[in-house]
């Protein structure tokens, strides 16, 4: 079946690490994003990618990397700089010009 | 001001109760989600509109383009129908990208 997966579900890392979040889709979507969630808040955009070897920064970048090698995968790196790592990421991607998007599942991420 | 607002932020109801969830948006659209996020934070995307009404099962959503305002329903509410329900709508600007409700959250009580 075609979809989006992320992985994994939880994630726990020690401060300081760096950790990278899966985004895999099999539906030949050219459009990828990222976003965070945090309590009580809305979902904010970190990063998206439009097309292969092309990404943009979102809202709130700052401390994050990510990289678009491959169309189906666009993985999110969380760097030690992110002075705040702690939080739910959701990953989405659509065709372009196509209204219909996909959401993953989430990643919940914990720094302890 | 956020893009997104949803009301109400939280609601309690009686299991089979009818159940309306507002949202409202001040960005022009070309689609507008309805996500449904479960307690551990697994997301599912409900439905996709960009004109008129859907139904699924005892869900119903409507938009009204003209007005920037979509609702959610939940007839005959069940408690598994707990869970944070959130509007994200996608920007017909360049890049396409979502701008996302904060949710409501919903607990139905048997």
């Known amino acids: 079946d075609g979809g989006i997966t992320q992985s994994p579900k939880y994630l726990f890392r020690k401060e300081g690490q760096n950790v990278t979040l899966s985004c895999e889709q099999n539906?030949?979507?050219?459009?990828m994003y990222w976003y965070r969630q945090d309590p009580g808040q809305g979902l904010r955009l970190i990063y998206y990618?439009?097309?292969?070897?092309?990404?943009q920064k979102g809202d709130i970048a700052e401390g994050y990397s990510v990289s678009r090698e491959k169309k189906e995968s666009f993985p999110l790196t969380v760097t030690s700089a992110q002075k705040n790592p702690t939080a739910f990421y959701l990953c989405?991607?659509?065709?372009?010009?196509?209204?219909?998007?996909?959401f993953g599942q989430g990643t919940r991420l914990t720094v302890v | 001001k956020n893009e997104v607002e949803q009301s109400p932020q939280n609601l309690t109801a009686q299991e089979g109760e009818f159940i309306t969830i507002n949202c409202s948006y001040s960005?022009?659209?070309?689609?507008l989600h309805w996500l449904q996020q479960h307690p551990g934070g697994g997301i599912v995307s409900l439905f996709m509109?960009?004109?008129g009404k859907k139904k699924h099962g005892r869900l119903i959503a409507t938009i009204n383009i003209q007005e920037k305002h979509s609702s959610l329903h939940i007839t005959a509410s069940h408690p598994r129908d707990s869970a944070v329900y959130i509007c994200?709508?996608?920007?017909?600007?360049?890049?396409?990208?979502?701008?996302f409700g904060t949710g409501t959250s919903l607990t139905v009580i048997p």
């Open positions: 990618s439009q097309i292969v070897n092309d990404f």
């Open positions: 539906l030949n979507h050219d459009a």
């Open positions: 994200a709508v996608r920007t017909s600007t360049p890049g396409n990208q979502f701008y």
């Open positions: 509109l960009s004109s």
């Open positions: 989405a991607s659509k065709p372009q010009g196509i209204h219909e998007a996909f």
């Open positions: 960005v022009g659209i070309s689609a």
